[in-house]
């Protein structure tokens, strides 16, 4: 046995109001250079709806992920090494531009040069690759809200006529997605000159820059699509799990800034031989219980002798992650079936069987109720299972079971009825009703750092032409200053301090509180 850590992240979608803060603020630090305005390495769909790219999940289409062979071994649906080699300087398995949308901007010098005429000039959009006019007819937030029209969503095509014609008056969710981060990631098998990699101290999966040659298999072989194309500097870009936050003991900025507080951040133990194993069980429905066989017991002798460094293993122990996927099974992964053992997994969303329930006159939070609306869910039991369980329904009953539990029993603990004690309920509420910051997010330095004693220095990143944070907090939020240590160190007090306090201008960083100081210029004293 080979025990690694990873560092994992859960979702809980019953708190997801689809506000894509998330979105904005990953967008802003991550990726604000040319090349990548199309470029989301969060974002959030809406369900039932054809996500981001268009129907990305359409594997028949893409060929992304792995594919059980006869013999029993994985390959990658895409094809080997011969099919990549006949295919690298034209892939057609690869999305186009059109799929994401065009990056565009206006020509605002239109509103000032037109001639005079009768008719109000407009600032007409142009492409940001080509330069030349651009009809705007799609973007990443197209259908955002738009959850009533089921004909494009490819999960739709695998359940029943019946879950289809349900959808007709289905209550939607909202779907927050990154990269998986995965534990079996097929984008770096796909990876002709071996740019992707991961790491093996805490599992993030990366992009080295110099080795990158821009061949673009990796987008093919990634099934969520989160690997990106930097058509300026020609190389792949991705999600980086904001590793230079993370090392530093600091949640993700997309964790750090959501609205609905869903995320939660820890470690996670695996055993790393039997990855592959886990990864080839002859049926899909099979797999989410072979990942959960791989998760370690952080409390167990295999953790102790893993030779890991006891800030880990703590870390470990509180893992918020290990609790929700693990210990309670409330969290699931995304589309398991793609066999890359995602690591970024959800709490299945149960809010519309409440709503439901009280539309007809009935108590929604009742427990007889809840657990009999549960199998008339508005949203198919079937569709949620094809989402997380590859098709499997009995994980997601289980789960949606046990969430009733936990709110009927509360309920019953507010209202004074003093039903039999269930320290387990009270955990799972603590943590997913009022979980505070240090709580959720449970993550330990990088090897080698004292926590609070971290020398500045620029991100790795952070060179001429790459992918760093050159203006870590957008290109209009102040001068051009290095990823500091300091800056997040200051964004957590500031965060978890009861009070106001200010070192520099930075409004992604402010708190709302007060007027940070340098906003406005000083008052002039008149003698």
């Known amino acids: 046995m080979k025990v690694m850590a990873q560092i994992a992240m859960v979702m809980n979608l019953d708190k997801c109001i689809g506000c894509h803060t998330c979105s904005v603020t990953c967008k802003q630090t991550w990726t604000n250079r040319p090349g990548v305005e199309y470029v989301w390495f969060n974002n959030v769909e809406t369900r039932p709806g054809q996500g981001y790219p268009r129907r990305y999940e359409d594997q028949e289409r893409w060929r992304g992920g792995w594919e059980l062979t006869r013999g029993g071994r994985l390959k990658p649906r895409a094809g080997g090494r011969l099919r990549k080699l006949l295919s690298i300087f034209a892939n057609p398995l690869m999305p186009s531009i059109q799929d994401y949308y065009e990056p565009w901007t206006y020509d605002y010098e239109n509103l000032t040069k037109a001639p005079l005429s009768d008719d109000v000039p407009v ?30 969503d490819p ?3 695998k359940v029943s006529e019946q879950v289809r014609l349900e959808f007709e008056q289905a209550y939607m969710f909202y779907l927050p997605r990154i990269c998986e981060h995965c534990l079996n990631p097929s984008c770096v098998a796909s990876c002709p000159s071996g740019a992707l990699y991961k790491r093996a101290e805490d599992g993030i999966v990366l992009v080295d820059q110099d080795r990158c040659r821009g061949w673009r298999m990796c987008v093919t072989g990634c099934p969520y699509k989160k690997v990106y194309f930097n058509h300026r500097t020609g190389k792949a870009e991705k999600c980086t799990f904001c590793y230079p936050r993370v090392e530093v003991g600091l949640p993700t900025v997309c964790s750090e800034t959501c609205v609905g507080r869903l995320r939660y951040l820890g470690v996670l133990l695996y055993d790393a031989d039997r990855v592959t194993e886990a990864a080839s069980v002859a049926d899909e429905r099979d797999l989410y219980e072979a990942q959960l066989d791989l998760f370690v017991d952080p409390h167990s002798p295999a953790a102790e002798a893993a030779g890991l460094p006891s800030g880990w293993l703590e870390a470990a122990r509180r893992s ?11 969290a699931l992964p995304l589309h398991p079936e793609y066999r890359t053992l995602p690591m970024v997994w959800y709490v299945p969303p149960l809010s519309p069987v409440v709503d439901a329930l009280s539309t007809t006159g009935h108590d929604g939070e009742d427990a007889g109720n809840l657990f009999a609306a549960i199998d008339a869910l508005r949203i198919p039991i079937g569709y949620l299972a094809e989402l997380f369980t590859a098709g499997d329904p009995a994980p997601v009953t289980a789960a949606l079971r046990r969430l009733a539990e936990m709110r009927s029993y509360m309920r019953a603990v507010n209202l004074g009825e003093r039903p039999p004690e269930d320290p387990e309920l009270e955990a799972m509420y603590r943590l997913l009703a009022v979980a505070k910051y240090e709580d959720r997010y449970v993550i330990p330095t990088a090897y080698g750092n004292v926590p609070g004693v971290v020398e500045e220095g620029g991100c790795s990143l952070d060179y001429d032409g790459g992918p760093g944070m050159q203006q870590p907090f957008g290109e209009a939020s102040g001068r051009p200053v290095p990823v500091a240590i300091e800056n997040f160190h200051g964004l957590k007090e500031r965060q978890t301090s009861s009070e106001v306090t200010h070192d520099r201008v930075n409004l992604l960083n402010w708190d709302g509180r007060g007027t940070p100081a340098g906003l406005f210029p000083p008052k002039r004293r008149h003698p």
């Open 123 to 152: 600032a007409p959009p142009r492409s940001l690759i080509s330069g030349e006019p651009v009809k705007i007819g799609w973007s990443s937030n197209w259908d955002d809200d738009l959850g009533g029209d089921p004909s494009p």
């Open 320 to 330: 918020p992650v290990y609790d929700l996927i693990k210990r309670y099974r409330l």
């Open 155 to 157: 999960v739709l095509g």
